[in-house]
């Protein structure tokens, strides 16, 4: 069982940054795929980015690639969301998500396979 909690959110001005922090209870940590998803109201839920077990490997959505930047500690079980350049658009609710047996690169992508899921922490982004 893994327990993820988001934070970082809040309101900033078009350009701005924001930092998403979530952090991860249990021992396994290292073990899991880790992976950011958004949702904006009145929109499905869409992957933002994901990172490998070790941190060598990540992957991005287009709308976010060279904005967005996705890392982990694994000493301090969590993963981070370092976001610039911020747009209205980037506005939405940001979920963290894990699973321990997502083995390709386009599994990392789609959120059905992911088993544990954080509350979400809701970034604005005004004009």
């Known amino acids: 069982q893994v327990q993820l909690v988001e934070s970082g959110g809040g309101l900033v001005q078009a350009g701005g940054s924001l930092r998403l922090s979530c952090a991860a209870s249990?021992?396994?940590?290292?073990?899991?795929?880790m992976a950011w998803f958004r949702q904006a109201p009145g929109k499905e839920r869409e992957f933002v980015a994901a990172?490998?077990?070790?941190?060598?490997?990540?992957s991005y959505a287009e709308a976010v690639k060279g904005r967005f930047t996705i890392s982990r500690d694994n000493a301090k079980n969590t993963v981070y969301l370092q976001m610039n350049s911020l747009k209205p658009e980037d506005t939405a609710v940001y979920y963290c998500?894990?699973?321990?047996?997502?083995?390709?690169?386009?599994?990392?992508?789609?959120?059905?396979?992911?088993?544990?899921w954080g509350q979400g922490t809701q970034v604005t982004v005004s004009s």
């Open positions: 249990g021992r396994t940590f290292s073990r899991n795929i």
């Open positions: 990172i490998s077990r070790s941190g060598e490997s990540t």
């Open positions: 998500a894990a699973d321990t047996g997502i083995t390709t690169a386009e599994r990392m992508k789609a959120e059905g396979y992911y088993d544990y």
